[in-house]
């Protein structure tokens, strides 16, 4: 029988390991007297301004200037001396003591590495003392597993690709199938038919990937990405706009020239205005229905803009424009822009913090995604937190490279063992 004194923490290690671009990243144990919890902090690309800060040893010439020493010191000699002998359970306790530890607005003492990597590993501990699954220890009264679609990620561009297109992500959510299995299936077989036609179309460089394993071909143009997109789709079975939706990353603030107020899209500058319209004209031909950061990370008024044009037909989801940050997304439901949270739970720093962002999201009926990062590690953790938190929606990038397929393999397994309670969100977007 679990008593009390189980979950007092008792121990805390931090290391250095690899992420998917072969950079350090912080990785931290938490054990309790009868659990274990580690986490591994992913890292962005395509960072967003606002976003808490990320450690690295900038002054150091190991790996280049991006080690994390200083952040994995950190946490074995100030954090661990001060949760070592809390509860686990207490997850905003020991939240609100990492930031009391670090005492500043975006944990520039500490790092958000070393702060996160921390708190989450402590809610895992918590879990498996409790001895429960990740997602089940998630759970609070009243809500169930929700099982997320899959927001893939099959053609890159912008920061995470080695071409010239301007837009990030180009994905397929497949929504209109009656479980989570059904969805991995169609977003494998739809990326493998992509990457035949890209090299019948363009040879075997096309099916290069990018950093989150979708395909980075040497294109230019937009519409030409989202055709191909469209095209597999179609040429491996499934119903466009029906089974299988279109959505995009534009990742605006990658392409946005602050001096001219411009943004460089398909080799030429173009304005707000022109880019508000290119949206528009893009759902109306591919019928996309998300459209993640259209306009640059400050701009809350043609946010605001567009959701309201666009509301009814598509999803318009704030990252870089809120960074998972409840002050960012305050300010973004008073003026109405964007109508879905991205949630990475390295923006904010701390699990609590995460929390906070997506009750305050979820209360304004937001849609909410739960994220990977670009820098990725095996790390399983964000499949247990959009079951456990029913975000609905997860991006966890292409059905391929092992640091994302193992995000998909966790959501199967998840399904497995909910078995006939298990329930796929696809289905109610696809409807909404």
Known sequence: ??????????????????????????????????????????????????????????????????????????????????????????????????????????????????????????????????????????????????????????????????????????????????????????????????????????????VNVGDEGGYAPSLKNIRVAIDSVDAAVRESGYASGKEVLLGIDAASGSFYDEKSRAYMVDGGKISTEKLFELYEDLVKSYGLRSIEDPFQDDDFENFARITEKLAGKAQIVGDDLFVTNASRLRKGIDAGAANALLVKVNQAGTLTETLEAIDLARKANYGLVMSHRSGETEDTSIADLAVGLATGQIKTGAPARGERTAKYNRLLQIEEELGEKATYYGPNFLQS
């Open 1 to 206: 029988m679990t008593e009390a004194s189980d979950f007092i923490i008792d121990r805390i290690q931090a290391r250095e390991v690899l992420d998917s671009r072969g950079n350090p990243t912080v990785q931290a144990d938490v054990y309790t007297k009868r659990g274990f919890g580690r986490f591994s902090v992913p890292s962005g690309a395509s960072k967003g301004r606002f976003e808490a800060h990320e450690l690295r040893d900038t002054r150091d010439k190991r790996y280049g200037g991006l080690g994390v020493r200083t952040a994995v010191g950190n946490v074995t000699k100030i954090i661990g001396p001060s949760v070592i002998g809390l509860d686990a359970r207490n997850q905003s306790g020991i939240d609100r003591t990492l930031l009391s530890l670090d005492g500043t607005e975006r944990k520039d003492r500490l790092g958000a590495n070393a702060l996160l990597a921390v708190s989450i590993a402590v809610a895992k501990a918590a879990a498996d003392t409790n001895k429960k699954p990740f997602y089940n220890y998630l759970l609070t009264i009243g809500r169930s597993p929700l099982l997320p679609m899959p927001m893939m990620n099959i053609l890159n561009g912008g920061k995470h690709a080695g071409n010239e297109i301007s837009f990030q992500e180009f994905m397929i959510l497949p929504s209109g199938f009656k479980n989570f299995r059904g969805a991995v299936q169609a977003g494998s077989e739809i990326y493998h038919m992509l990457g035949k036609m890209l090299v019948e179309k363009y040879g075997k460089s096309a």
